[in-house]
C-alpha cells in the first residue's frame, strides 16, 4: 500500500479534530483541586477550579492558620488572648495583621455608634453558645459583663501598634470580622498565584474568585433559615463576589421553648430579638461584608438600610420571621428569590 | 467555472478514522457516564479521608481527637448518629444528600460532605453562603 503525506496529514489532522471536539468545551467535569480543614474555629474548604496547585492550597492553609494563631480566643497564646489577659494592665504590641483588623473593627464600631462592637468578648465569654451546656445567664452576671463592652475603651497606636483594653475584665472578639479578613487574605494569594477560577468558603463565608472557564456567572446559594443547610431560599448571581451571611439558625440554644442565638445585643446584653433571622450581605471585600452582616443584623432592616447607603456596590437581603425578604436598593440585580414560601416586602 | 469534488479514500485514512471514533464513543460514553451524578460522601478526619458512594448503606466510625464519630449512610442519605461532643450539634444537623450540603463536628473534627461527579447535579449552585 502506498500513502501520500498530504493524505496522512489529512487523516491525523481530522482525526485529532474529531476527537478534540468530544472533549472539549465546558471544563464541567474537569478535576478541580480542594481541601478542607479546620481552621478559624471552623470548616475552611477552597477549591480552584481553574489553575493553582497544590503549593497554592497549601499556601492558603498556612495563611488562615497563621491568622487563627493571631486572632483567635481559644488559643492561649494568640495576639488577641494576650491582649485580652493584659486588660486594665498594660499596651500589648501585635502583628499588622492583628492591628489593622482591630482597628477595622473599631471603625465600624463607630460608624455603628456601637451595635458592630468588638469589645463584646465578656458577653460571648458568658453566654458560651455553640460549645455545649449553654444556659441563659444570671442577670447579675448579665450587667457585669455589659459593664465590661465599650468600644470607646480600646486604644490602639498606629505607631508603637500596640493594642489597650483600659478596663481590666474587657475582652476583644474579632469572631464577626477575622474570618472576612481571612478571605480577603486568601484572594490575594489566589490573584498572586494567577489561579483563574476559585470558590473559598470559611465556614460558610463564600468568595467566589475569578472566572469560570465556561464564563458563566457565579451562582451563590443563601441559606434557607428554616431548612436543612444546603437549601437555599435563593441565589446571588453574579462575577467575583463575596456573600456573607448572618443568622440566628447556626449557633443557638432553646430554653423554656425560646430560641438564644450568637447574635449579641450590646445594649441589652441579650441576643438581638428584632424579628430578623438572617442578613446577607453581596460585596467584593469580605472584610465588610462580614462586618456588615452582623452591623445590619443588629441594627435592623430601617437603620440598616440606611446604613448601608455608605457603601456602593454592596448588597443586602434581610430575611424576617415572618418569610418576608427585604432587599437593599440595587440589590434585585443580584438576588433571585427561589422559595415561594417567601415573599419579596413591598419597600 | 467548473467545480470538481474528488475524495480519494485510502486504507490508512480508514484506520484513523476507526481510531478516531473508537476514540471518540470512549470520550462520549465517559462524560456520559459522569453526568449521571454519582452522588458521595466524602468524609474528613485527622486521619485522613474517605469517600463512600451515597447510594450503599454502610456504616463508619471516623477517628477523631475525643474518640469516634458515627456516620451512617441510609436510603441515599448520611448522618453523624453519634459523636464523642459535648453540644451534639452535628447530630442534630441531620441527614443530608444534596451536593454541597456538609455536617461538621467541630470538637472531634470530623468533616462530611456531600459530592457529586456530575456537575450538573448541584442544583445549579456553585456554593452555599449560611
Known amino acids: ?347 | 467555472m467548473k467545480f470538481s469534488l474528488k475524495v480519494h479514500v485510502r486504507p490508512l485514512d480508514i484506520v484513523i478514522f476507526g481510531l478516531a471514533a473508537v476514540l471518540v464513543l470512549g470520550t462520549s460514553l465517559l462524560v456520559l457516564n459522569r453526568q449521571s451524578g454519582t452522588r458521595y460522601v466524602q468524609i474528613t478526619g485527622e486521619s485522613g479521608e474517605w469517600i463512600a458512594p451515597l447510594d450503599k448503606d454502610a456504616e463508619y466510625e471516623i477517628p477523631g481527637p475525643l474518640g469516634l464519630t458515627h456516620v451512617h449512610i441510609h436510603d441515599g442519605k448520611a448522618a453523624i448518629i453519634d459523636s464523642p461532643c459535648k453540644n451534639k450539634l452535628c447530630i442534630l444537623a441531620g441527614a443530608i444528600s444534596e451536593p454541597n450540603q456538609w455536617v461538621a463536628c467541630l470538637p472531634n473534627k470530623v468533616f462530611m460532605r456531600i459530592t457529586s461527579s456530575g456537575g450538573k447535579d448541584d442544583g445549579g449552585v456553585d456554593a452555599g453562603a449560611f
Open chain 1, 1 to 347: 500500500m502506498r500513502f501520500s503525506k498530504a493524505s496522512l496529514l489529512r487523516s491525523v489532522v481530522a482525526a485529532v479534530l474529531l476527537a478534540a471536539g468530544s472533549i472539549a468545551g465546558p471544563s464541567l467535569y474537569a478535576e478541580e483541586l480542594s481541601k478542607t480543614d479546620f481552621v478559624l474555629g471552623t470548616v475552611c474548604t477552597i477549591r480552584l477550579i481553574d489553575g493553582g496547585s497544590n503549593a497554592t492550597l497549601n499556601e492558603t492553609f498556612s495563611r488562615l492558620r497563621n491568622i487563627e494563631n493571631h486572632m483567635s480566643v481559644n488559643k492561649d497564646d494568640s495576639e488577641i488572648s494576650r491582649v485580652n489577659a493584659m486588660a486594665g494592665k498594660e499596651p500589648v504590641h501585635v502583628s499588622e495583621d492583628t492591628f489593622y483588623v482591630v482597628s477595622k473593627a473599631l471603625e465600624y464600631a463607630r460608624l455603628t455608634n456601637g451595635a458592630f462592637d468588638p469589645s463584646v468578648g465578656p458577653l460571648v465569654k458568658l453566654w458560651n453558645i455553640g460549645n455545649g451546656g449553654e444556659k441563659v445567664p444570671p442577670e447579675k452576671e448579665i450587667l457585669a459583663a455589659k459593664a465590661l463592652v465599650d468600644w470607646r475603651q480600646v486604644a490602639v497606636d498606629a505607631n508603637t501598634r500596640k493594642v489597650f483594653l483600659k478596663k481590666p475584665g474587657m475582652r476583644l472578639d474579632l469572631g464577626a470580622i477575622a474570618k472576612g479578613y481571612a478571605a480577603d487574605e486568601v484572594e490575594k494569594i489566589l490573584t498572586d498565584d494567577k489561579v483563574k477560577a476559585a470558590i473559598v468558603d470559611l465556614g460558610g463565608n463564600i468568595f467566589v474568585f475569578g472566572r469560570k472557564k465556561d464564563k458563566s456567572p457565579w451562582r451563590v446559594g443563601i441559606q434557607n433559615p428554616e431548612s436543612a443547610r444546603g437549601e437555599y431560599l435563593g441565589i446571588v448571581t453574579g462575577g467575583q463576589m463575596t456573600v456573607v451571611t448572618s443568622g440566628v439558625y447556626e449557633r443557638f440554644f432553646f430554653e423554656n421553648g425560646k430560641r438564644y442565638h450568637h447574635i449579641l445585643n450590646t445594649r441589652t446584653g441579650f441576643p438581638v430579638d428584632n424579628g430578623l433571622v438572617s442578613v446577607s450581605i453581596v460585596s467584593q471585600r469580605s472584610i465588610d461584608a462580614d462586618a456588615l452582616s452582623t452591623s445590619l443584623f443588629i441594627l435592623g432592616i430601617d437603620k440598616g438600610m440606611e446604613f448601608l447607603r455608605q457603601f456602593p456596590e454592596t448588597y443586602a437581603v434581610f430575611i424576617d420571621k415572618d418569610n418576608e425578604v427585604y432587599l437593599s436598593p440595587g440589590a434585585g440585580k443580584v438576588f433571585t428569590l427561589l422559595d415561594k414560601t417567601y415573599q419579596l416586602a413591598e419597600q
